[in-house]
């Protein structure tokens, strides 16, 4: 399942030119990943309370965006229509990242319900306080032992869960009321996963995962499965460790969101763009940084400070470009490209280094990396739309449009990777 951020492209953006499609209106025009890719990346959607916005809690979404989720219903703002994409999840969550740091949750059972009406969900999670304090070697503290601020999340949790149980009778069979677990270890979250089983939920989503170690995660997994009846399914809320799937699926998870593969394509150090090796295992490129030399912020204190030339810049920026787009058309050779590409990627990171030792180390480290990506030539083994039209435009790393069509790519490839992990046989 996809967790979304208002994640979309323009589909007429115009690479060479650096811009969008002429008379492009935001969200109008632009395209989410299942209507941008030949078959949707995912099985369905997550849609954060937190990332629409409203009350104490200001999200990603404008008021007027807001105003319009809740008239329309998700599947309507997000054009994920119930007739196209049959058997699909539309599920929230109270997205309890955004308000962790208030003393308890800014929403109740009641206007939680009213939130998963309005959008028209199929799924829904309790309102929940996220509690990061983990025992991660194992101790498993009592609740007596534990700060009186995780005792009262996790006590606001069940409360609230409990009355979200009862309030959700009234959107009737078609709406899966979820039970949030939170806990300090393995198990306080088992204890919370029974007490939820015991209040009626037969699906469960664990909570607070993001921050725990794949052996954490599973350590709580394991005791929440042993302290639930086998019929109670469990999801996994923000899960992004997602080489793990095996680690996952021994513990019974029946679902999990995650935006990792999109993100990745911008935030990851390495792995922006991804593939699938000969054994079917996930691998990964790095794309080729060449910022806008006019808009990086990087560059811009630099020029300030007068350690970098703009002009200069400017000129070693269009030389990357064409050196990259050149090596796709074979009439660049790779050794050529990539000394353009490290010419201005030295000057945005190095040049004001006085160190030449370390300089040297880390450009010569830099330029294997590229080297992989740019001989490998990733891009022309992929058939996706982003890898159709953009070919090594998707590998550059510059900008939203080109950074989230890579992400898009990465969903594709993730999908295809879950359905054949899915076929193996048990």
């Not at 005792?151 to 009737?172: P, S």
Request: aromatic share 10%; net charge neutral.
């Amino acid at each position: 399942m996809f967790a979304d951020s208002l994640d979309f492209v323009d589909p007429a953006y115009d690479f060479v030119a650096d811009r969008n499609g002429a008379g492009r209106v935001v969200h109008r025009d632009d395209e989410f990943p299942h209507e941008f890719l030949d078959d949707v990346p995912y099985d369905g959607i997550l849609v954060s309370r937190g990332i629409v916005g409203g009350g104490q809690i200001g999200g990603k979404y404008t008021e007027a965006q807001g105003m319009r989720f809740r008239r329309e219903g998700a599947r309507k703002f997000l054009r994920y229509p119930l007739e196209r994409f049959p058997d699909s999840m539309m599920m929230g969550d109270c997205g309890a990242f955004t308000y962790r740091n208030m003393a308890e949750p800014p929403y109740r059972a009641s206007d939680t319900v009213e939130f998963y009406a309005d959008g028209g969900f199929t799924h829904g999670c309790s309102p929940d306080h996220l509690i990061f304090d983990f025992d991660a070697a194992g101790t498993d503290r009592a609740m007596a032992d534990v700060p009186p601020e995780v005792r009262a999340r996790y006590e606001v949790t069940l409360e609230y869960a409990a009355e979200f149980k009862a309030d959700a009778k009234r959107l009737g069979p078609g709406f899966t009321p979820m039970g949030v677990i939170q806990g300090w270890s393995a198990s306080s979250m088992a204890d919370s996963a029974a007490s939820l089983a015991k209040m009626g939920y037969d699906y469960l989503a664990v909570g607070g995962t993001v921050p725990l170690k794949i052996d954490n995660l599973c350590r709580a997994l394991a005791a929440i499965r042993g302290a639930i009846p086998p019929h109670v399914k469990l999801h996994v809320l923000g899960f992004g460790k997602i080489e793990h799937l095996a680690n996952i699926e021994k513990h019974g998870v029946a679902s999990f969101d995650t935006t990792s593969p999109l993100v990745r394509a911008f935030k990851d150090a390495r792995k922006n763009y991804w593939v699938r090796s000969d054994t079917g295992e996930l691998d990964y490129y790095t794309a080729i940084r060449i910022p806008q030399a006019t808009e990086n912020n990087r560059l811009k204190v630099k020029a300030m400070k007068g350690s970098v030339n703009q002009e200069q810049i400017k000129l070693l920026e269009g030389l990357a470009l064409d050196a990259v787009r050149g090596l796709a058309a074979q009439s660049t050779c790779l050794e050529t490209a990539l000394d353009a590409v490290m010419a201005y990627w030295d000057q945005l990171n190095w040049a004001d280094e006085p160190s030449a030792v370390q300089r040297g180390i880390a450009l010569a480290r830099q330029r294997g990396i590229y080297h992989r990506t740019l001989q490998d030539r990733p891009w022309e083994t992929c058939n996706c739309r982003v890898c159709r039209e953009g070919g090594v435009e998707t590998l550059i790393f510059r900008n939203s449009n080109r950074n989230k069509r890579r992400g898009m790519h990465n969903l594709h490839v993730f999908h295809s990777h879950l359905k054949d992990f899915r076929a193996q046989p048990a």
